[in-house]
Structures are given as C-alpha cells and as structure tokens.
C-alpha cells in the first residue's frame, strides 16, 4: 500500500454540500470570490462577533440538515480495516463538526475543526494532522471538493484528491487524483 492515512474533508465531500456560500456572502456584505473566515477574521471585534453568529447558525442548520455522501460510511470502514489512519480536517466550526460526528456515527484519528488551529488552504494543519498521527505526509492522501483542500495538501507534500461535483472542476489541474465519487478512492489507496 502507498498510504498509511488520508485526511477528509467535511462539507461536500463526507457530507452532501448543503452550505450556501452565495447567501452567507450575501448576508454578511462580502464580496463573491473574497473568502468568508478570512474577510469575516479581518473585521473589527463587534462587526467580527456578529458575523461569526451568522455563520455559525449558517454552519449549524447545514450541520443538523446535511445527508452523508454516497458510500462515506462503507468508504471510511474498508480504510479502518484496512489499518489506515483516518482523520477529519474541516474549515468549519467545532460544534457543527461535533453534529455531523454524532449524528453518522462517524469515528476518526484525529478531528480537526477551525478552532484547532490554521485552516486551509494553510498546510500547516494538515502537517499537523500527520505529525500527531504520525504519518508521512508524502504516504498521505487528502480528499476534498474545494480549491483550499488541494492547495493544503499539495504545500503539505501529500497527495491530493479532488471529489468532483458541479461547480468545482475547475480545480481538477490542482489535484494528483479526480474522482465523482467516493468509492472511487478505495482503488486508489489499493483496497
């Protein structure tokens, strides 16, 4: 086997993208193509704390409402007896992380949210990810459906996954590896 952990993302890979970025953008006066951590971090305290409960109520009805991907469950299962390490690196809250956890039964290595530290499309937590589990990022896969996951993975030296849906294959010349679905990466990890 080439890999010894993958790291997934959350919204629109392990679960169905329910996020409306458009109308979160739109709520809170940001400008399409400006990102919204990083916009919203750059705010004064006030405006700062009161876009972030915009986002968080956002972030928690997608959270409680979001179905899980096709084939997440039997996929994170064959990597687990498989003896890979498997972790969650989401840019979202550690409390909608938390939902979608428990609501799927979902189990992981290691489950980073935005509050554990730099967030994509940052490498350093997916550095972080594979020191704390003690994985060689270039024996890691990253699989995620957004510009930031590839750009953190690829910086990180692991390998990059790109779950294609509508609306994001423009990003495929970033990722080492395009799939539609989830199975899809089970021959990739050789199982």
């Not at 953008?25 to 990102?35: N, S």
């Not at 972030?52 to 959270?63: I, K, N, S």
């Amino acid at each position: 086997m080439d890999f010894d952990g993958v790291i997934f993302d959350m919204d629109g890979t392990l679960t169905e993208a329910v996020l409306d970025f458009a109308a979160i953008r739109a709520e809170l006066g940001i400008a399409e193509g400006l990102p919204i951590l990083e916009t919203i971090s750059a705010l004064d305290d006030p405006a700062r704390a009161a876009a972030e409960r915009v986002l968080l109520a956002h972030e928690l009805r997608a959270a409680r409402t979001a179905g899980l991907a096709q084939g997440a469950g039997e996929v994170l299962d064959r990597i687990a007896a498989a003896g890979l390490v498997k972790a969650l690196l989401t840019r979202n809250t550690r409390e909608a992380m938390g939902i979608i956890l428990q609501r799927f039964g979902l189990q992981f290595d290691l489950a980073w949210s935005r509050e554990d530290g730099p967030i994509k499309p940052s490498p350093a937590s997916v550095l972080a990810a594979c020191e704390k589990l003690h994985i060689s990022p270039a024996r890691t896969l990253c699989v995620g459906d957004y510009l930031y996951d590839l750009q953190a993975a690829n910086a990180a030296g692991c390998r990059s996954v790109l779950l294609a849906r509508p609306g994001n294959r423009q990003f495929a010349s970033q990722a080492h590896h395009v799939i539609e679905e989830l199975p899809q990466l089970l021959p990739i990890l050789g199982l």
